[in-house]
């Protein structure tokens, strides 16, 4: 069973706009991570924040953590038609071990 | 630098057939983990390996099991295969603890 969650479950925006994916998860972590996903195939690492971070960027993107309300989100700033995928938070509970949400999916339309 | 690399790519197979998956980790990286991705879901983990030492199992049937070996490269074995095996099953590696995991392109397979 996800003891994730992703919200929304799907997005659709114009190339230019933010895209903002916001994840849940059930259990105390070491930190979370967050993977794209394009066409069913291999996770590609997008950023992890740790227990006691509470916001990291890398390029444009933004992400936040709030361990309080066992919540994160992802923002992808001026989106381009290649950040077209789906997207998944992984809670890390222990020592890499990882609860995956069902993903976001993001369409953005040229 | 290669990244995590699975074999083979696509795989078919007939219900009750085993099948045997494998996994090549970063170089340097001593976590191997598992994980089964069926279509329209999230990943869920299966096993995890440090030092070749077994450190998690998720809540999958005894027909899973896996292995890791001195070079810290993994297989993970699934016997009498059922149609609901059919998934994507994505390996992942790590230095271990509070850092990154990196995942491989997945194995398909295909259980008919």
């Known amino acids: 069973s996800q003891q994730g969650e992703e919200d929304p479950q799907a997005l659709s925006i114009q190339e230019g706009e933010n895209a903002t994916m916001n994840c849940s998860y059930k259990?105390?972590?070491?930190?979370l991570q967050w993977y794209r996903q394009n066409s069913g195939r291999g996770l590609v690492h997008l950023i992890l924040?740790?227990?006691?971070?509470r916001e990291k960027h890398s390029g444009r993107l933004r992400v936040t953590l709030d361990t309080s309300k066992k919540s994160s989100s992802l923002l992808i700033t001026a989106s381009r038609a290649a950040d077209t995928a789906s997207y998944f938070c992984a809670a890390d509970y222990n020592f890499n071990k990882f609860y995956f949400g069902s993903g976001t999916k993001l369409n953005v339309k040229p | 630098d290669a990244g995590v690399t699975q074999s083979p790519t696509h795989l078919i197979k007939t219900r009750g057939q085993h099948v045997t998956l494998r996994c090549s980790p970063i170089?340097?990286?001593?976590?191997v983990s598992w994980y089964q991705q069926v279509l329209g879901q999230g990943p869920q983990f299966i096993f995890q390996y440090y030092e070749k030492e077994e450190r998690g199992r998720g809540n999958f049937p005894d027909r899973f099991s896996a292995r890791q070996f001195p070079n810290y490269s993994s297989e993970l074995n699934v016997n009498a295969l059922l149609l609901g095996d059919s998934a994507l099953y994505l390996c992942?590696?790590?230095?271990?603890?509070?850092?990154?995991?990196?995942f491989g392109q997945g194995t398909r397979l295909t259980v008919v």
């Open positions: 924040i740790r227990s006691n971070e």
């Open positions: 170089s340097g990286h001593k976590s």
């Open positions: 259990t105390s972590i070491n930190n």
């Open positions: 992942a590696s790590s230095l271990g603890g509070n850092t990154e995991a990196f």
